[in-house]
């Protein structure tokens, strides 16, 4: 490593709070699905931040309309209108079948807007008594890092000492669906669910689950809702990954891709009464809908289409997979994915598989362990069959060595 590389790490652990413990690379330039650190060495970027950089780094087109609208106007806050936010909503309901859409910033705030919005709906619309509504989410979730999402995560990490927290919040199994409809009563409001449970290791659950999800939900008068904040935008080769299952929600949570990694932009989508119970002065956000966040998500979802991109994820996705497959090691104890979200689970005996993503990382690979014993794979969906090979020649040298 050269002294400036050692100088940017011990830095941000001086200052910084120490929430993270990065791979040791400090990257400079991304273009497309490549990144470049300080040294000038190229990575293959199989996390794109997570998912939110879907459409490759620094896409010009969305870069274009950035600087483009950065040049014009930011933000004027909702205190007044501006010209991009109903073109903004027009394309995205367009896009998504929606009928109303709340702009936000982070992904945590769209959840958090989503629980506001179906507990008030639960109130004034389903008849639930005051202070009484409930909502059911399942365990191993990952919604966030506020206060109130980390309240309803069943991992100790990510809730331990941070409470008190709030009531209101029920946890049942994932991909369980009698166990939803046992925990249904009276006053449930909303199930809040991922149709792939990323953080928890991409989790994909059974056939027919979601199917019977949607049917208890309108039985009992229940409004699903699905956070496609990662699953969504073409990651799991599709739009949205509930048309994997041929369903729709009530409410869909999207933020990630929505901006192509330029600018931390998300939306709640609905496309029934729950977004029309708020009223003016009761929700809000000084950024959400701001003019330069507008411009950026609509080139963003632009080039989705426009590109080829969800189909790309299809396709890329399937090549990977049966790649990933193809590759006899005893380190890998499962693989599985949908479009390009996907992962390898390392057997225990195999070794932390933080190790696994440093030994990819000296071979000009970078992708993020989750929960110890899996490797998440998650490349932008531009990526071609040519790279898809060539990472899988890499991710086979690697998980044929034994780091344990
Ligand atoms: C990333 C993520 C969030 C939170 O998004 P932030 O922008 O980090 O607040 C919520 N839900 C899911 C499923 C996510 O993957």
Not at 181 to 209: D, R
């Amino acid at each position: 490593m050269s002294a400036s590389v050692i100088d940017f790490i011990a830095t941000e652990a001086r200052f910084g709070a120490r929430n993270y413990e990065p791979i040791g690379v400090v990257l400079s330039r991304g273009e497309g699905v490549w990144v470049w650190d300080t040294e000038g060495n190229r990575y293959l970027d199989c996390l794109s931040a997570y998912s939110a950089v879907s459409q490759g780094h620094c896409h010009p087109k969305i870069l274009a309309a950035m600087v483009e609208q950065a040049h014009r106007l930011t933000l004027t806050s909702r205190a007044f209108h501006n010209d991009q936010l109903a073109l903004f909503y027009e394309e995205i309901a367009a896009l998504t079948g929606s009928h109303k859409v709340l702009p936000m910033n982070s992904g945590a705030e769209a959840v958090e807007s989503a629980i506001k919005s179906v507990r008030k709906w639960g109130y004034e619309v389903k008849g639930v008594p005051d202070g009484q509504a409930e909502i059911i989410v399942c365990a191993n979730n990952f919604h966030g890092r506020t206060l109130g999402v980390v309240g309803f995560s069943t991992d100790p990490e990510t809730r331990g000492h941070f409470g008190p927290f709030a009531p209101g919040f029920k946890v049942i199994p994932f991909g369980d669906a009698p166990a939803l409809a046992e925990a249904i009563n009276p006053n449930t409001v909303a199930f809040l669910v991922e149709p792939i449970q990323g953080e928890a290791g991409v989790v994909i659950p059974p056939a027919g689950y979601f199917t019977e999800v949607r049917e208890l939900c309108t039985a009992n008068n229940v409004m699903l809702v699905l956070d496609e904040i990662q699953t969504g935008l073409g990651r799991t080769g599709k739009l949205l990954a509930e048309q994997h299952e041929g369903i729709e929600a009530d409410v869909t949570l999207l933020g990630k891709a929505l901006s192509g990694g330029f600018y931390p932009v998300s939306a709640v989508l609905s496309n029934n009464d729950v977004l029309g119970t708020l009223r003016p002065g009761q929700h809000g956000s000084t950024f959400g809908g701001n003019p330069l966040a507008c411009a950026v998500a609509r080139a963003a979802m632009r080039v989705l289409v426009e590109e080829g991109m969800i189909e790309n994820a299809a396709r890329q996705g399937a090549r990977f997979l049966e790649g990933l497959k193809d590759i006899r090691a005893n380190t890998i104890r499962d693989v599985r994915g949908r479009g390009l979200m996907l992962a390898v689970e390392l057997h225990p005996e195999a070794g932390r598989a933080r190790r696994y993503c440093e030994a990819l990382q000296a071979k000009g690979i970078l992708a993020k362990d989750t929960h110890e014993h899996t490797i998440r794979i998650a490349p932008p969906l531009v990526i071609t069959g040519d790279q898809v090979d060539w990472a899988l020649e890499r991710f086979a040298a690697i998980l044929t060595q034994d780091f344990s």
